[in-house]
T-cell receptor, first 113, second 115 residues
Framework: DQQVKQNSPSLSVQEGRISILNCDYTNSMFDYFLWYKKYPAEGPTFLIS?????DKNEDGRFTVFLNKSAKHLSLHIVPSQPGDSAVYFC????????????FGQGTTLQVKP | ETGVTQTPRHLVMGMTNKKSLKCEQH?????MYWYKQSAKKPLELMFV???????ENNSVPSRFSPECPNSSHLFLHLHTLQPEDSALYLC??????????????FGSGTQLSVL
């Protein structure tokens, strides 16, 4: 049973436009959510996170939105740049867990110049 | 030098071989993790070590044997693997486990092919 799902395997956007990556989860105990970015031949790198007590967290061009009632979060990148082309993973955890992150399958973002 | 270093980057082994993956972190963290990423699948947690003690074994087959001699080093010993074990094996570290707001720092991974 996959607790974190990224239903779009790929997304293509034009440079300068907004990229929206989506993530759904099923476990209502999750209280911390993260986005990681992965380039080919490299490990995932942390991008941005959000606690369940918030509904929005912003860091420069990156904003994560959390809708707890819908068990849905999204990552907005604006404006998108070609260097943003990578695989983006959504991950979730909960306080009583032993630091275990549950990952989604990833969404490959391509930003076209 | 990156914070989490994994060697080798690529490994090809036969089903009867014994090999080891190595991970070293230079971040002063106390928790280390092994994750597996198979094609088209999510990253899957294998093992968690906190202060050198194993705190999580995610039902991993015994042909994978982890070792954590200290908080900076983590090994994954491999023996009699199957072709379906071919995957990217990622090591990660974090300041500690628990608390629910851990930010993991990943190495670049070892791409393993089992023939």
């Amino acid at each position: 049973d996959q607790q974190v799902k990224q239903n779009s395997p790929s997304l293509s956007v034009q440079e300068g436009r907004i990229s929206i990556l989506n993530c759904d989860y099923t476990n209502s105990m999750f209280d911390y959510f993260l986005w990681y970015k992965k380039y080919p031949a490299e490990g995932p790198t942390f991008l941005i996170s959000i606690s369940s007590i918030k509904d929005k967290n912003e860091d420069g061009r990156f904003t994560v939105f959390l809708n707890k009632s819908a068990k849905h979060l999204s990552l907005h990148i604006v404006p998108s740049q070609p260097g943003d082309s990578a695989v983006y993973f959504c991950a979730a955890s909960y306080s009583s867990n032993t630091g275990k992150l549950i990952f989604g399958q990833g969404t490959t973002l391509q930003v076209k110049p | 030098e990156t914070g989490v270093t994994q060697t080798p980057r690529h490994l090809v082994m036969g089903m009867t071989n014994k090999k080891s993956l190595k991970c070293e972190q230079h971040l002063g963290h106390n928790a280390m993790y092994w994750y597996k990423q198979s094609a088209k699948k999510p990253l899957e947690l294998m093992f968690v070590y906190n202060f050198k003690e194993q705190t999580e074994n995610n039902s991993v087959p015994s042909r994978f044997s982890p070792e954590c001699p200290n908080s900076s080093h983590l090994f994954l010993h491999l023996h009699t693997l199957q072709p379906e074990d071919s995957a990217l094996y990622l090591c990660a570290s974090s300041p500690r486990t628990g608390g629910g707001n851990e930010k993991l720092f990943f190495g670049s991974g070892t791409q393993l092919s089992v023939l």
